[in-house]
Every structure is written in structure tokens, then in C-alpha cells.
């Protein structure tokens, strides 16, 4: 391997210069209007490269019918997805107003219900309805325990005086 390096390297070095090699420790003016542009070299082609450079810069009608038809179904589904977001960006705004006013009309419900607990008298309800209504505690034998039942009420269908 070392061999083959060297004898890149040589051949490198070898080649001939196409630019004449100045002589001495500073560089000489250019004359005026000489232009030092260098001008690019095309590389020549080869006959095989040249003919898949134009097949590939050719191209037929199926191939860009395909191109169409995906390019339709890209723009189609870009156009669902960003319309189900926008979607999605309106439901979860008006989930959180939802909320919000839930929320206010829960604590408006609450400072209402604790007004209304704060505002009953028991003593004043205790005193009418024993002075004006003529109520009375219940007595010893008045007071009858019922069983829990499926049925959310009991029904009384006898006096007990």
C-alpha cells in the first residue's frame, strides 16, 4: 500500500504545469487589460453519461400524471389534517369557557346557598311552631322505626291517635 501511495504521489507531481513558474521572492505587476480570470475547463462526457442525463431531464406524461395525483392527495390531506386541528383548537376553547363558567356559577350557587343558611333562625322557626302552629315533640310510642326498602319513600296509611 505504501508503494501504490508513492506512486500517486509521484505522478502527482509529474504532471507538467500549464502555467509558467515565476522566478524570485516577489511577484511581477500584471500589465493593464491582461485578464486573470481563469476560464473553466468543461469536462467532456461520455456518450453513456450524456444519454441518462437527458432520459432523466425528460419526462413523460405518466410520470407526471403521478406526480399530479400525488401532489393533489399531499395537498388534500394536509388540507383535512389542518382543518381537524382548527377543529380540535375551537373544541378545547370552548371546553375551557364551558368551564370557566361552570366554575362561576358553581361559586355563586355556593355564596347563595351559604346566604340563605346564614339568614334561617332555628329559634324563631322552633318558637312559632310551637306557640302559633300548637306542634309538639314526639312522643315515646310516636316514633316508628322503618326497614331500608328498594322504594325511596314509605307511606303512612294509618293514624296513630
Do not use: W
Not at 333562625?121 to 326498602?149: N, P
Amino acid at each position: 500500500m505504501a508503494q501504490r501511495r508513492n506512486s500517486i504521489n509521484t505522478r502527482r507531481y509529474d504532471v507538467p504545469r500549464k502555467t509558467a513558474y515565476l522566478e524570485g521572492s516577489a511577484a511581477r505587476q500584471l500589465k493593464e487589460g491582461y485578464d486573470t480570470r481563469e476560464v473553466p475547463r468543461r469536462k467532456r462526457l461520455s456518450n453513456t453519461t450524456r444519454k441518462n442525463r437527458e432520459k432523466a431531464s425528460h419526462m413523460n406524461t405518466g410520470y407526471v400524471l403521478f406526480l399530479s395525483a400525488a401532489l393533489a392527495f399531499a395537498v388534500i390531506t394536509l388540507c383535512g389534517y389542518i382543518d381537524l386541528q382548527s377543529d380540535i383548537t375551537n373544541c378545547v376553547e370552548e371546553i375551557s369557557e364551558m368551564e370557566s363558567r361552570y366554575n362561576n356559577l358553581k361559586l355563586t350557587n355556593d355564596e347563595e346557598y351559604n346566604r340563605i343558611n346564614s339568614s334561617i333562625d332555628l329559634e324563631q322557626i322552633k318558637a312559632v311552631a310551637i306557640g302559633e302552629l300548637g306542634m309538639t315533640y314526639a312522643r315515646e310510642g310516636q316514633i316508628i322505626s322503618v326497614e331500608d326498602s328498594e322504594t325511596d319513600y314509605v307511606r303512612q296509611t294509618d293514624s296513630l291517635d
